[in-house]
């Protein structure tokens, strides 16, 4: 398998910039996830490193070479496209050894490698079934079988379960992130579902208008979002964001909402401004002591937790809490924000200003 690096890849279609100048690093044998909404250079991103698009600038590594202007059938790279890209005239058994067949390799070596693809990915009984009549699932599956079957240095997957239902295609994401552990490839995976991202993903960009907006652990990305946009297309319910206009200096551990002093992470420089309180529905509490104050507009049951959406003068906030907690419409209540947990923003950047919490986060990309 291979360690794969961008470095400043741009690509421009006429006066459309697709990718604006990302640079990040994919390690031997990662997970690799490349998340953000339609048309935000992702799958573009992919299609450069896999050679179906070559880079306006920049330059595509794989294994130490430098491969951005070689084409794809040099790369050693196998794709995986969301619609399968199955040959609809052969069986499950000629469409996997097809890629060995156009290489010359011998009848009994393919019929071997067939044989082991498919009792990786359990479908033996299905070998030599039409493709047509397969369900999505195992047609998916056919698909990997095709990708694995050369043994690649990396596989690149442009949101390979996106044609599944949702319950089918979470089955298929824990067999697909079982089957990468067991390989130990290096994977690199297109989507737009953050959930997808979360669960499936060793490292993390998520990209946004063609930009890097930041590239780290599922965790990392989740706890410590470098920008706003990262912040609320990460999470369901997104982070909560308060907007205010104040002053602090470094090393200040408070700011002033609504005559209100909330706790934030200890700031590493100073800031004068507009500003943006971010926090994440799990880390708000309702309590009768707490000075900031909202009111309840609405609740939503979930089982063992509700969202409780509450009217402040700062704008609104949703807070995740036990389904059993008493929540009365139109009754105003206590918001104790756990401080540890908070990112502030400069609200003309959308990027989050330094602290003891986001130190590092924003290097990335």
């Known amino acids: 398998m291979a360690e794969i690096v961008i470095r400043n890849l741009r690509k421009t279609f006429g006066d459309f910039t697709a990718v604006q100048s990302s640079s990040f690093r994919i390690e031997d044998g990662e997970f690799f996830m490349l998340l953000g909404p339609s048309g935000c250079g992702k799958t573009t991103t992919l299609r450069m490193i896999a050679g179906l698009e070559l880079p306006s600038a920049g330059e595509v590594y794989i294994d130490g070479e430098e491969v951005g202007q070689k084409p794809a059938s040099q790369r050693d790279i196998a794709f995986v496209f969301q619609m399968f890209a199955l040959y609809p005239h052969m069986n499950v058994r000629r469409n996997i050894a097809y890629p060995l ?11 071997a490698k067939v044989a082991e693809v ?161 926090v994440r529905p799990e880390h708000v509490r309702l309590s009768d002591a707490a000075g900031y104050r909202g009111e309840i507009i609405a609740a939503e049951y979930l089982g063992t937790t509700q969202i409780v959406t509450l009217k402040t003068h700062n704008g609104e906030v949703k807070a995740r809490i036990p389904s059993d907690q008493r929540a009365r419409m139109g009754e105003t209540v206590g918001l104790d924000f756990n401080g540890a947990t908070v990112t502030l923003f400069d609200s003309q950047s959308g990027r989050a200003i330094r602290s003891d919490l986001n130190e590092g986060v924003l290097s990335h990309g």
Request: glycine letters at 12%; proline letters at 6%.
């Open 101 to 111: 067949v156009s290489q010359g390799m011998p009848r009994a070596q393919v019929r």
């Open 118 to 278: 498919a009792g990786i990915l359990g479908i033996e009984d299905i070998l030599d079934r039409p493709v047509g009549g397969l369900s999505g699932g195992d047609r998916q599956r056919v698909a990997l079988g095709r990708a694995i079957v050369r043994n690649p240095k990396c596989f690149l997957m442009d949101e390979p379960l996106g044609a599944l239902d949702a319950e089918f295609r979470e089955h298929m994401a824990d067999e697909l992130r079982a089957l990468h552990d067991r390989m130990g490839a290096t994977t690199v995976y297109v989507t737009h579902d953050q959930l997808e991202a979360m669960q499936m993903g060793d490292k993390i960009v998520v990209m946004n208008h063609g930009v890097v907006e930041q590239f780290g652990t599922p965790q990392d990305i989740y706890d410590k979002p470098a920008t706003m946009f990262v912040a609320d297309f990460i999470g369901s319910p997104p982070m909560n964001f308060l907007r205010f206009h104040g002053s602090v200096a470094t090393g200040d551990a408070h700011v002033r909402l609504h005559h209100q002093v909330l706790a934030v992470p200890a700031l590493r420089e100073p800031f004068d401004g507009g500003m943006v309180y971010g």
